[in-house]
């Protein structure tokens, strides 16, 4: 089987006479995190919303696990293996950490409306969400919370609850959407080590405004600016590119 597990080719996102994404291609290869920086504004969430199909692309395609997905409905791409967490939670506050596990590991199969109470009472049922969700919990080292109402712990457990969340519905590709936004040192050091516990096996594209975090996890890092790629390579080369430093880095 391959190693690239997600090839996103000449994505462009136009709003009105704004293209927040203009002719961005993207490789994710398992076992390697790709991480994307960039200003406010310059497309990253965005050009993770083309790929995880909660936007479609003005133009340009995609390809994650051999299918055509560009366009496609974020239920689809979530099946072919694609898992995403969001800037904003996406947590249940008033449930337990092991129900939103549960909710999340169910919603890959999820038909009909949202209705969290009726896919509670149905997840006995389906065979392998328990052990989905243990395996996930561990990953994200929340075993010990797991009996715990979500709306009680604390920020950094909440962030590590949705990298939880997404592991449970078994993805091979993943697109983190800031993980360590509002961190303290303490939380950021172990969602580090979190994000380095779950590389193997998945390819991972990161949005970071950590400077610290990407420079020790990335393997490949992408700068954007104004929709566009301003350069790509090793953190070793980009941090060297003249235009990088005078655009972004301010160094
Ligand atoms: P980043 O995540 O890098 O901060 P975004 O992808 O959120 O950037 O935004 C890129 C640009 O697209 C910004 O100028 C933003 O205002 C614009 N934008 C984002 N989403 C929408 C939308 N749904 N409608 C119109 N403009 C949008
Ligand atoms: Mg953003």
Redesign the pocket.
């Known amino acids: 089987m391959s190693d690239l597990l997600l090839s996103a080719q000449h994505l462009t996102k136009r709003?009105?006479g704004?293209a927040?994404?203009n002719d961005v291609s993207v490789d994710l290869f398992r076992d390697r995190i790709h991480a994307v920086i960039?200003?406010?504004?310059?497309?990253?969430?965005?050009?993770t919303?083309l790929l995880s199909g909660d936007?479609p692309p003005t133009i340009g395609q995609i390809t994650l696990n051999g299918a055509h997905t560009a366009g496609k409905k974020p239920e689809t791409i979530s099946r072919l293996g694609l898992g995403r967490s969001y800037?904003k939670t996406n947590i249940f506050l008033p449930f337990t950490v092991w129900d939103n596990v549960r909710l999340a590991a169910q919603s890959r199969e999820r038909h009909g409306p949202w209705n969290p109470l009726r896919w509670l009472s149905s997840a006995s049922a389906m065979p392998g969400v328990n052990e989905r969700c243990e395996r996930a919990l561990e990953l994200a080292g929340l075993t010990a919370r797991a009996h715990t109402v979500a709306a009680t712990i604390s920020h950094g457990e909440q962030r590590q609850l949705e990298i939880a969340m997404t592991l449970a519905t078994e993805p091979t590709v993943l697109l983190l959407?800031e993980p360590l936004a509002g961190m303290g040192q303490a939380e950021a050091e172990s969602m580090v080590a979190l994000l380095l516990r779950i590389k193997k096996d998945h390819a991972m594209m990161l949005?970071e405004h950590d400077m610290d975090a990407v420079f020790t996890l990335a393997d490949q890092l992408t700068v954007?600016v104004n929709?566009q790629v301003i350069a790509t390579g090793t953190p070793a080369e980009v941090r060297a590119d003249a235009g990088v430093q005078a655009a972004y880095l301010g160094e």
């Open positions: 709003f009105g704004l927040a994404v960039g200003p406010n504004g310059a497309g990253k969430s965005t050009l919303n936007l800037q959407d949005v954007m929709g």
